[in-house]
T-cell receptor, first 115, second 111 residues
């Protein structure tokens, strides 16, 4: 039982390049989330999904796109990377609604640097 | 609008107690507490729901004051392993699918 895994662990991009981050979970969770965490800051929600085929915007969605084609996978895409997107990206999953008392399980993170 | 955590940082000696607060300008439905060690992912500690239900860590306690729109995390008899950054995340209604996280409280426990 691997929990939540993220690929890759580190990535360096040049401004304007594109990339996709992959998140996978083996807990059969319905809900999945993408956060970014800037140095010394809290977590900010980018996008989330409440089930296969659904996605919704979070607090800071601009410049990112997501897809949830399979229940176990949640992809985060950067179409044209900018230095402001340099951050650590965390994926998380939960069994159901957070407000109903469900905890989030986080992946190990992806450290992205945009030059 | 994100919740406000206080203090921003605290240094303790092993065995001392600490209280971390999370305050909101909006009515809260649930408060979620996580701890993050440097370079690692956040780890779940506790959830407090409107109405008094709690779920979480055996050795950590917390309170949720709905009227004050505030939650507090109580760390008693601190251990070295308690060091890290503590985050509260909040939902504002029972349909809440998103957590809004506070800026974090850095806790360092020294021998």
């Amino acid at each position: 039982n691997a929990g939540v895994t993220q690929t890759p662990k580190f990535r360096v991009l040049k401004t304007g390049q594109s990339m996709t981050l992959l998140c996978a979970q083996d807990m059969n969770h319905e809900y999945m989330y993408w956060y970014r965490q800037d140095p010394g800051m809290g977590l900010r929600l980018i996008h989330y999904s409440v089930g296969e085929g659904t996605t919704a915007k979070g607090e800071v969605p601009d410049g990112y796109n997501v897809s949830r084609l399979k229940k176990q996978n949640f992809l985060l895409g950067l179409e044209s990377a900018a230095p402001s997107q340099t951050s650590v990206y965390f994926c998380a999953s939960s069994y159901s609604h957070l407000a109903w008392g469900n905890e989030q399980f986080f992946g190990p993170g992806t450290r992205l640097t945009v030059l | 609008q994100q919740p406000v955590q206080s203090p921003q940082a605290v240094i303790l000696r092993e065995g001392e107690d600490a209280v971390i607060n999370c305050s909101s300008s909006k009515a809260l439905y649930s408060v979620h507490w996580y701890r993050q060690k440097h370079g690692e992912a956040p780890v779940f500690l506790m959830i407090l729901l409107k109405g008094g239900e709690q779920k979480g860590h055996e050795k950590i306690s917390a309170s949720f004051n709905e009227k004050k729109q505030q939650s507090s995390l109580y760390l008693t008899a601190s251990q070295l392993s308690y060091s890290g950054t503590y985050f509260c995340g909040t939902t504002y209604n029972n349909a809440g699918n998103m957590l809004t996280f506070g800026g974090g409280t850095r806790l360092m426990v020294k021998p």
